[in-house]
């Protein structure tokens, strides 16, 4: 249990320093390009960068092209769980408008580490039942660096 803290604490901190990444990324990029293409590679460079720090930091597991390619399910899932979140809060609830995405996008951070932590520690669900720590299937220890990337 302790350890899984440790992995959300750590998820917390990526997704902080990912979101001052893209904010960053957008400043540098926009006075060269239009504001949604600066937006999008912006997004997409974050992306990547996210994922490199979710595999070695948060989850402490090896990047492999499977997880690369999986790993925009994610921002997906963050996507749909706000942008449903945002509409459920202002039309039904009624709450202000300026308000309402910040409510949104906590909520939805459990859902997006859930998945993340499915798609970036393979077997984790199955190596927690085993009684392996962090659902590592080998049952290695969290902290075991990566000996070779994949990616």
Same mark, same amino acid.
């Not at 604490?9 to 902080?16: D, E, I, N, S, Y």
């Given at each position: 249990?302790?350890?899984?803290? /440790? ?8 997704? @902080?320093?990912?979101? /001052?990444?893209? %904010?960053?990324? %957008? ?10 293409? @600066? %937006?999008?590679? @912006? ?15 948060? %989850? ?14 994610? *921002? ?14 202002? *039309? ?47 049952? /290695?220890?969290? /902290?075991?660096?990566?000996? @070779?990337?994949?990616?």
């Amino acid at each position: 249990m302790k350890s899984q803290l /440790g992995q959300i604490l750590r998820f917390g901190l990526v997704g @902080a320093v990912n979101t /001052g990444t893209f %904010y960053v990324l %957008y400043l540098l990029l926009h006075p060269h390009m239009p504001y949604f293409a @600066a %937006y999008s590679l @912006a997004f997409v460079l974050a992306m990547v960068g996210s994922f490199f720090m979710n595999t070695y930091f948060t %989850y402490r597991t090896k990047p492999t092209w499977k997880k690369f390619f999986l790993f925009p399910l994610t *921002n997906i899932t963050n996507y749909v769980i706000q942008s449903v979140g945002l509409i459920l809060l202002v *039309n039904w609830i009624g709450m202000n408008e300026k308000i309402a995405p910040l409510v949104a996008a906590v909520v939805a951070i459990p859902f997006t580490y859930l998945i993340s932590r499915r798609i970036l520690v393979p077997g984790a669900v199955a190596g927690a039942a085993a009684g392996a720590p962090d659902g590592d299937p080998e049952g /290695g220890p969290e /902290g075991t660096e990566p000996t @070779a990337s994949t990616v």
